[in-house]
């Protein structure tokens, strides 16, 4: 169990999300937001689904409910019957693996935009593949409902992921 009795945990989600990804345990790891309404059968219907990339040959590094395809069309969880492929998912559920030695980058999205997001180009430069998952599944935002997806400091952190990918992936999108 992880505890922040002693406040040695930083809010910075990148670095927890690290903490929480060197944790001894299953090699498979899920980050949900509390907002995310889901029926009860979503953990065996994703590992049904990271299994089926498995045996397909589909070597895959992040999975989500909600994503952005590199034509950039969103990709819903709930909308679609087989998994489909993106450039980027929402922080909003992601399940990843530990066994990659990949790592949120802590230094340069420090806050709560783009982190999942580099850590999916991430996935992708090291031949990985993100996907979203047919699950009966969504995220009920209220703070992206009311203000949509670019509050706070988006526009600052976007800019930190157009740098250091840009070359990389020049058609890359955001959720």
Not at 99 to 105: E, I, K
Request: hydrophobic fraction near 40%; charge should be negative.
């Amino acid at each position: 169990m992880l505890s922040n009795v002693d406040d040695a945990l930083t809010t910075n989600l990148a670095s927890l999300h690290n903490v929480l990804l060197r944790l001894d345990g299953p090699t498979r790891r899920a980050f949900v937001h509390p907002d995310v309404i889901f029926d009860p059968d979503l953990v065996a219907r994703l590992a049904g689904s990271v299994d089926d990339l498995e045996a397909a040959g589909s070597p895959w590094g992040a999975v989500g409910i909600v994503g952005r395809a590199w034509e950039g069309d969103y990709v819903w969880a709930h909308e679609i019957d087989a998994p489909r492929s993106v450039c980027t998912l929402d922080s909003c559920f992601v399940l990843t693996r530990t066994d990659l030695g990949l790592a949120f980058d802590e230094k340069e999205f420090d806050e709560l935009h783009c982190f999942v997001e580099d850590y999916c180009l991430q996935c992708h430069a090291e031949g990985r593949g993100v996907w979203v998952v047919p699950a009966a599944a969504w995220h009920a935002s209220a703070t992206y409902n009311e203000l949509g997806a670019r509050w706070g400091k988006y526009e600052r952190y976007r800019k930190r992921l157009d740098k250091k990918w840009r070359r990389r992936f020049p058609n890359l999108v955001t959720v």
